[in-house]
């Protein structure tokens, strides 16, 4: 310490000290910023392989190089979870024009989707791919994610995720059957209609908390059939269709022998 | 009796001493007289029909109500102190922040045993009742029950419903979540949107800006005590009422304005409503077992923020908010002196709900004035002799319909795949053409049905049977209806409109008053313009006596053309011994008005004002 305290006077000391705080900064950024790690490691033939399915599939509306053509976006950037939720979801290829694309049963398998992701990544950086960890419904806090869904999500999607419409017949979808890691990509990347809640917005952990509430609601109703989770106007139509459906077919029993 | 024998220390009547049920009933008699009351009420006479028994659902579904929340009640706490909720279930609730009412409401669900199956069965009674309040005002409504002298008991029961919707809407806010929270903040929009004095009424009604920390404990002072006390006090009213006019009764044979045909209240009715009660009771607790309803913790305590899709007011509701969701908003947000005069809120959620209420709150005076009606009706009407009465409630009824779609259109939006916006400008034209259309369908289908009754009269029913006569003329065989069937087609007036004195007198003065007959005379030739004569004895004598026709009736094998069917019997006690009735006689000869008067048979009982 006394070799140190000795030099502290140096003239060199300030840069040596700036070296070392630069270093401890870059060193603890490394460490805690949100890690852009890849879910799969991705090779160069992976990013061949997803050019070309590119250049079959996706170009003539978004561009050989995928910078986007009139009325379609630009790729340059999107990151590979957008890739990864538009196409594992159906929604890419689009099938046909209409207000919105809508899910179908995905045209490509995993590898492909994977290597469609890399290659789109690799234009540009962007949003990866979330990792299993960042997707757990059982590390998250559903009560908090219930806090934030109310807040941020619930005002399209309906109070536990059963959907709601939009204007020109877009529409939020219902969220019993998509996946952890699909709810994940959709906040971080903002598909179609909707915003993109970056981690600065809702953290990494307040996302896997929204996840692990949505996940909760599929387990049903404490209070008996959940009626499709719609509210007060399809339980009006049960009340009328079942409650006094058989009240009234009650009454006519009763009142049957007579007038 | 049986005292009276006792005092005598008669041996034989000794032996067969009164028993336990009996002594006390004497008790009680002694000392009220009550056994005159239950002798009368057990020997009254009401008639019979499922349609009569929808008052009665509403009816066991408030005891059910009045049941369940007094379950309630003793778990609830209507408070709007901020306190943080401890539970393991539901998850996503534990450790949030939310309002006494939240939290208590959350606790009874889970935590205590039976308190959600209490929850449910409260709400879906709530439903069934108001549903229930409704269908029987369309049947009052339709049958003309509401005619003298029900006009009063008609507006007791409107009273209710309309007490019945506060029931709803302020036990729907009690719990204090996102939800509820967002109707109360529409109720507090519409109340603010009142001129002049809608702010501070605003204030009053949460003591401070919305929300405040007032609204629940008044919505639940309103809830449990001032509204169900004054249901209970119209029920008894309404009841009262009831029984003191008697039970109007469907028209048939031997059912007159001056008669009641049907069964003694003991033991008919009083074994058919107990076992009504607990099919209600079994059906509503059904329901609540199994099939969820309101789940709060799924909207999460009220915050004014959050706005979630699909949120929408229980059903008797729906047609306001969809009313102010089919409103265009700019253009009618008017200034007026520095003033605001948000016509946009006012004719939705204010105009739209008053016309529907002042028009069922008037209807029975319009109409008896438009009809020149003074006298007392018992039977009821068939909705198809009052064509226009009927156009209108289905047309009401359309109108209710879009308004509630309209509150829907985000469901039928997502479920059908269409766009909202196109749902909305659909349902803007619609409001105003549905109705039209209705009525007009409504009112050509009630004529058409009558000119059928009058062909049916007149001709009988077509047989298939084809028979050439010698001559080589064909001509189908018409079997002729049973007495019965013409009583029920011919027995009703088709009233005309009203006719009024000229508008200058002899001596070509101008008469006062003439521009108000007037105006009446409009609404009448309105009501009576289309009109179908129901067939007259004179028409159906010269119906018959058609040469030919009888020709053929004497021809044709028996039990086809001839009246086989004599005096028919229509129901349990309806036809009187020897009566003058068209049950005994042949139809068309003694005509179907032939008044119910004379020989009381059992099971009829006189109205009032027919003893003589």
């Known amino acids: 310490m006394k070799a140190l305290a000795a030099r502290r006077h140096h003239r060199l000391a300030p840069v040596v000290l700036l070296l070392l705080a630069l270093l401890t900064t870059g060193g603890v950024y490394a460490a805690l910023a949100p890690s852009t790690a890849k879910a799969e490691t991705v090779s160069t033939a992976d990013i061949e392989t997803g050019k070309k399915l590119f250049q079959a599939n996706c170009a003539t509306c978004h561009g050989a190089n995928a910078q986007g053509t009139e009325g379609v976006p630009s790729l340059v950037g999107v990151g590979a979870a957008a890739v990864d939720f538009q196409v594992s979801t159906g929604r890419m290829p689009m099938q046909m024009n209409g207000p919105q694309a809508e899910a179908k049963p995905p045209q490509f398998d995993k590898e492909q989707t994977a290597a469609l992701s890399a290659y789109v990544a690799s234009l540009g950086a962007g949003p990866a791919i979330p990792t299993d960890e960042q997707v757990d419904p059982t590390q998250g806090d559903p009560s908090n994610g219930m806090a934030l869904f109310r807040t941020n999500c619930a005002m399209c999607h309906n109070a536990v995720g059963a959907g709601g419409a939009l204007s020109e017949g877009k529409f939020a979808p219902a969220l019993w059957e998509t996946s952890e890691r699909n709810i994940y990509q959709a906040m971080l990347t903002g598909p179609q209609s909707m915003p993109v809640f970056n981690d600065a917005n809702i953290t990494p952990d307040e996302k896997r908390d929204i996840v692990s509430f949505l996940v909760e609601q599929r387990e049903g109703s404490a209070g008996g059939n959940a009626l499709g989770a719609l509210g007060p106007v399809s339980e009006g139509l049960w009340a009328f269709a079942i409650g006094l459906g058989l009240l009234i077919g009650a009454a006519v029993w009763i009142g049957a022998k007579s007038s | 009796m049986a005292r009276a024998a006792y005092q005598r220390g008669d041996d034989v009547a000794m032996k067969q001493r009164p028993s336990a049920v009996g002594k006390a009933a004497d008790y009680l008699d002694q000392r009220t007289s009550i056994g005159v009351l239950v002798k009368e009420l057990a020997r009254k006479v009401f008639p019979d029909h499922w349609s009569f028994m929808l008052g009665e659902i509403a009816l066991f579904s408030f005891i059910v109500l009045i049941a369940s929340g007094f379950f309630l009640t003793m778990f609830f706490d209507p408070s709007m102190a901020l306190v943080r909720y401890e539970g393991e279930y539901p998850p996503a609730m534990n450790g949030q922040l939310m309002s006494a009412a939240f939290q208590s409401t959350v606790h009874m669900s889970f935590e205590v045993r039976g308190g959600m199956l209490m929850r449910q069965i409260h709400h879906w009674s709530a439903l069934i009742f108001i549903g229930s309040i409704v269908l029987h005002m369309f049947r009052v409504f339709l049958t003309g029950a509401f005619r003298k002298p029900r006009e009063i008991n008609w507006i007791v029961g409107l009273t209710m419903l309309i007490l019945a919707l506060a029931a709803g809407f302020t036990g729907y806010s009690l719990p204090d979540d996102v939800l509820s929270g967002n109707g109360l903040r529409i109720i507090d929009g519409v109340v603010k949107a009142i001129p002049l004095i809608g702010s501070y009424l605003s204030f009053l009604i949460f003591g401070s800006e919305f929300p405040g920390d007032q609204v629940i404990p008044r919505l639940f002072t309103l809830h449990i005590f001032v509204i169900p006390g004054l249901l209970i006090a119209l029920i008894a009213l309404h009841l009262f009422l009831m029984v003191l006019q008697k039970h109007g009764q469907y028209p048939g044979g031997g059912r007159s304005d001056k008669n009641v ?259 009446w005379q409009r609404l009448s030739e309105f009501f009576y313009e289309d009109r179908v004569e129901p067939a007259t004895p004179a028409e159906l004598a010269a119906a018959h006596s058609h040469g030919e026709h009888d020709a053929i009736e004497a021809r044709t094998p028996a039990g086809v053309g001839q009246g086989t069917s004599g005096p028919r019997t229509a129901g349990p006690r309806s036809t009187r011994p020897g009566g003058t009735g068209p049950g005994s006689s042949r139809p068309g000869t003694s005509g179907p008005r032939a008044d119910g008067e004379g020989a009381t048979g059992p099971g009829e009982e006189p109205r009032p004002g027919s003893k003589g």
């Open chain 2, 261 to 519: 045909v049907g069964y003694p209240a003991l033991p008919v009715y009083v074994a058919k409503m107990t076992g009504n009660f607990f099919i209600i009771a079994g059906v509503l607790t059904l329901m609540g077992g199994t099939m969820a309803i309101n789940n709060v913790w799924n909207y999460g305590p009220y915050d004014p923020a959050p706005v979630s899709a699909g949120t929408q007011p229980d059903w008797y509701i729906l047609f306001v908010d969809g009313a102010l969701r089919l409103m265009p908003g700019p253009g009618f947000e008017w200034v007026l002196w520095g003033y605001t005069l948000p016509m946009n809120i006012l004719i939705p959620a204010v105009i739209v709900p008053g016309i529907l209420f002042t028009l069922l709150g008037t209807w029975p005076f319009l109409e008896a004035r438009a009809t020149g009606d003074h006298r007392e009706h018992h039977v009821l009407d068939r909705p198809r002799n009052r064509p226009v009465r009927t156009a209108v409630a289905v047309a009401l009824f359309v109108a209710f319909l879009v308004c509630a779609l309209a509150a829907t259109n985000d469901l039928i939006a997502t479920h059908f795949a269409l766009s909202i916006f196109a749902i909305t400008w659909v349902l803007r034209v619609l409001l105003f053409v549905g109705p039209l259309f209705a009525f007009f369908v409504t009112k050509r289908v009630c004529l058409a049905l009558q000119r059928k009754d009058r062909e049916l009269v007149l001709h009988g029913h077509e047989s298939g049977r084809i028979v050439r006569f010698a001559t080589g003329e064909y001509v189908e065989v018409h079997t002729p209806l049973d007495p019965q069937e013409v009583w029920l087609r011919t027995q009703h007036t088709s009233p005309r409109p009203l006719e009024i004195k000229p508008a200058m007198d002899a001596r070509g003065v101008k008469r006062k008053g003439y521009r108000s007959d007037r105006r």
